[in-house]
């Protein structure tokens, strides 16, 4: 039942895994310990695997965990092959869900003792890593997907400074002293700016592409062949992030997506609706699922916001997570193990009951079905925290996404710029603290995993600069 809920509420947008987890809290307290994990994991995977049905069927990413998978999720259901897409999205779903399960069942004190290694400098250098990802997505567009990065670092650099309690570009208005919203933000670059291009080909050219599905089509196994060490990049990729505290899936699904774009064989059908592109965004974002997990029963650090919720469900409980928990009450341990196993198989029933639902969403007229996603970008956008700002950044975003996709800019990097600036900031002004007087090489040298990590940060953005060197130049020689 928790994994149903979930994929429903994750497939409404705005709402999300944190939403979803909420709601059912209450229903908790009557529960026993082992039970109510069992309910609040369903809805955790259920949530973000739930995310993907509503960004490949109407280019409506449920959570900021699936803005990626709408890259290529959406054009495939153009192209007439939506439930391939879902097919592809749950496979790769549940299966970065099952490897970060077995992963947290076999390592967690290993990797707890891992995650604590991650200092500073080594946040510092895994999100910029992140945001290189601007440079692998944009390749052949360097400048305007740099031009995009930036305002997304722009945007995350609105409210108030983590250093001091000066307020930044709120133009006097207390409501954004806060910051903004990652939600409204993705609401409108994806979902409302979709609904103004359908809206402006309805208006001119009397048509619209509509998108239906007739279910799930799971992806066959000579598909699969020559994707399997995607799919396992990835999950590790989801996996290492969510041990990291404070990332989040979001952050995981980008990573891969332009890991993916730089390394895939198929790369340059990215954007088209190529299934590796929907295979990296999901099966990150879902392994996330196993690795937050992991400081959360080993360290008592939640990963992300829905696992600090799952801190309160045990601490309602009266059971104290941390180092002493796999001694303590191990059949809560290994529970939260089988339920986790349990709850990623039990996403391929919930996935099709779920896009059954919305195929009769699908059949609404056109002009109905679009006043209706506007209804729900609206009450998504307002709903995340109760702000009526939002709304209006979610118009505001919605109108300027528009724009910028006239003019050729591409939409990601503004989400990725968005979701790392915050961290980025922050792991700057700590790194400068814990630097202190230490000069810059030895404070870097000082750092095995960060210098690793600058390494590939290095690759991904010198990439795509060597290939489109090379392919002019056997333009010119040809």
């Not at 490897?99 to 999100?127: D, K, R, Y």
């Not at 103004?196 to 998108?211: C, D, F, K, P, Q």
């Amino acid at each position: 039942m928790g994994v149903l809920v979930g994929m429903i509420v994750g497939a409404l947008p705005g709402l999300g895994s944190v939403v979803a987890i909420t709601v059912c809290l209450p229903f908790t307290f009557g529960m026993d310990a082992g039970t109510a994990m069992a309910l609040l994991l369903g809805v955790y995977c259920g949530s973000i695997c739930g995310g993907s049905i509503s960004a490949i069927l109407i280019n409506t990413p449920g959570t900021p965990q699936s803005a990626c998978t709408s890259l290529d999720g959406f054009p495939m259901a153009k192209a007439g092959k939506s439930a391939k897409a879902i097919g592809w999205a749950l496979s790769a779903s549940i299966a970065g869900g099952i490897f970060s399960c077995l992963v947290l069942s076999i390592a967690t004190p290993t990797l707890a003792a891992f995650a604590l290694e991650f200092g500073a400098l080594e946040t510092f250098a895994l999100i910029l890593m992140g945001l290189t990802c601007i440079s692998s997505i944009s390749a052949g567009n360097q400048m305007k997907g740099l031009a995009a990065g930036v305002m997304g670092l722009l945007l995350a650099c609105v409210g108030g400074s983590p250093f001091s309690s000066e307020s930044r570009f709120t133009f006097g208005l207390f409501s954004l002293n806060s910051g903004i919203d990652l939600v409204p933000v993705i609401v409108g670059v994806f979902a409302l700016s979709e609904v103004i291009t359908r809206a402006e080909s309805m208006l001119y050219e009397g048509r619209v592409e509509a998108t239906s599905t007739s279910g799930v089509t799971l992806p066959s196994m000579k598909e699969w062949s020559g994707r399997y060490w995607l799919l396992l990049k990835s999950s590790i990729i989801g996996t290492i992030v969510g041990i990291m505290p404070g990332t989040g899936a979001a952050t995981a699904s980008f990573l891969s997506y332009g890991e993916a774009k730089r390394s895939s064989p198929r790369r340059e059908n990215f954007g088209k609706g190529e299934p590796d592109s929907i295979i990296a965004a999901e099966s990150a974002n879902n392994a996330v699922t196993g690795g937050a997990m992991v400081p959360t029963l080993a360290l008592g650090i939640p990963g992300d916001p829905v696992t600090a919720i799952m801190l309160a469900t045990f601490a309602i409980h009266g059971i104290s997570p941390g180092v002493r928990l796999m001694t303590e009450n191990p059949g809560i341990v290994y529970g939260t193990f089988a339920a986790l196993a349990v709850a990623n198989l039990l996403m391929y029933p919930a996935c099709v009951i779920t896009t059954r639902l919305f195929n009769y969403f699908l059949r609404l007229p056109e002009p109905i079905l679009m006043g209706f996603v506007v209804v729900l970008c609206i009450l998504g956008s307002y709903g995340a925290r109760g702000n009526m700002v939002d709304v209006v950044v979610t118009m505001v975003a919605g109108v300027l996404a528009y724009v910028l996709r006239r003019q050729g800019f591409p939409m990601p990097p503004i989400v990725i710029g968005l979701v790392l600036g915050q961290q980025f900031e922050m792991s700057i002004g700590q790194m400068l603290l814990f630097k202190g007087t230490e000069s810059w090489l030895s404070f870097l040298l000082s750092s095995p995993i960060a210098m690793v990590l600058f390494l590939f940060s290095a690759g991904m953005i010198a990439l795509p600069v060597l290939s489109d060197t090379v392919k002019r130049k056997k333009q010119t020689s040809s």
